[in-house]
């Protein structure tokens, strides 16, 4: 168990390699998949160096492919030079070399010694490595018709002449069935990771559109998706069920005073400190709007909800984030409004929020800087 994670941490390496701190998602998942592609592509070259060590054990020293043993070494040794220079980021150059070393080496194998050895698969799948490595352009179409016109020549001379260099029948039939191995292993493996990296981005993809991006709590879409579907669970299940309302004292003030930039780090410290207290399962916290946030407590009675929101509004102002234009203190405080049921059918969600919005406009009215349930 232990080597084959050594071997893991290995492979990873290389699928990692020339990844830069600034990537996009997009861009780490592109070079990764290159890189796999190049170890595929290695993989895949080796075929033809175990064919010629199977050879040299089992049959005469006339029928050894050494020309064959030969180009898949070049293969193998391209393969990692694609490795090599997305390290140093010459990160088009490996995508042309990854090409177009594969596409070489077939084509001069079906012209000088294979014949029926299950390469022709390779000019199926080039166009779809070729479109996903280029992209939709002028370059990748010149690629696939010259990949198209290369096919149509060994079709051609396959059929009108034999190999320069022919392979024994022993060795196209063990070829035969290596490469078709390989190709299924090569394939499987390239379409898990691309089905990973689908779902990978999938679940980004939602990320973004329910976080908030400055704060990096759920957002207000994300709030208008859980609220109700918690309500329903906590009625079903007749448990408590809070709700506190937070709002940044005076904070349009502080922005005029420091800056939006400066309001923007406020936020983001404050969104921390909210955070930090929701630790129980199927609890949340959301950017409701603004410098107001919504926390959302299940089976929590009044007590502790009130409880929880005292702790925060005294973390917020321990803070000590500066405010001196606020009437209300030196430093960024907040005002808090709860409230708590054992939801029943007579009582939509709605009223609960409401009276949490109450008691936040009534703590307002009393001066802010507290807490009111």
């Known amino acids: 168990m232990m080597s084959f994670n050594i071997f893991y941490e290995k492979i990873l390496q290389f699928i990692n390699t020339g ?22 592509t290695a993989f895949a070259a080796a075929n033809g160096i175990f064919i010629y060590l199977y050879e040299r054990i089992f049959l005469p020293p006339q029928e050894h492919s050494l020309f064959q043993f030969l180009i ?4 193998v040794l391209s393969s990692l030079t694609v490795i090599a220079l997305n390290r140093y980021h010459h990160y088009d ?3 042309d070399l990854l090409l177009l070393a594969p596409l070489l080496v077939v084509t001069t194998l079906a012209f000088t010694s294979q014949k029926e050895t299950g390469d022709h698969l390779y000019f199926f799948l080039a166009p779809v490595g070729i479109f996903f490595f280029l992209g939709l352009n002028k370059k990748s179409y010149m690629w696939v018709a010259a990949t198209f016109v290369l096919f149509l020549a060994i079709l051609y001379y396959q059929a009108n002449y034999p ?9 196209v039939q063990f070829n035969y069935i290596t490469t078709l191995i390989t190709i299924f292993i090569v394939l499987t493996t390239l379409t898990a990771f691309l089905i990973n990296t689908n779902i990978n981005m999938e679940k980004k993809l939602t990320e973004l559109f ?3 991006h400055l704060t990096g709590l759920y957002n207000r879409h994300k709030y208008s998706l859980y609220s109700k579907q918690l309500y329903d669970e906590a009625r079903e299940k007749q448990h408590h069920f809070s709700v506190l309302i937070f709002d940044i004292d005076h904070f349009k003030a502080y922005n005029d005073s420091y800056g939006h930039l400066a309001g923007d780090n406020a936020l983001r410290q404050i969104a921390d400190i909210l955070q930090k207290h929701i630790q129980k399962e199927n609890d949340y916290m959301f950017r409701f709007g603004g410098e107001e946030f919504v926390a959302i407590l299940t089976d929590t009675p009044l007590e502790n909800a009130k409880a929880l929101a005292q702790r925060i509004h005294e973390d917020i102002l321990s803070a000590k984030i500066e405010h001196k234009s606020s009437p209300t203190h030196e430093y960024i405080t907040c005002s808090a409004g709860v409230s708590s049921a054992v939801p029943n059918r007579t009582t939509p969600y709605l009223s609960l929020f409401e009276q949490a919005d109450n008691n936040l406009y009534r703590a307002k009215r009393e001066g802010r800087n507290r807490v009111v349930a």
């Not at 990844?19 to 595929?40: K, S, V």
Request: proline residues 5%; aromatic residues 10%; contains cysteine.
């Open 93 to 95: 150059k490996a995508k």
């Open 19 to 40: 990844i830069e701190d600034d990537f996009t998602y997009n861009e780490t998942r592109y070079l990764q998949f290159t890189n796999l592609a190049a170890i595929a």
């Open 72 to 75: 898949s070494c070049t293969l």
């Open 210 to 212: 329910e976080t908030d």
């Open 163 to 171: 190999p320069l260099s022919p392979l024994n029948e022993t060795s």
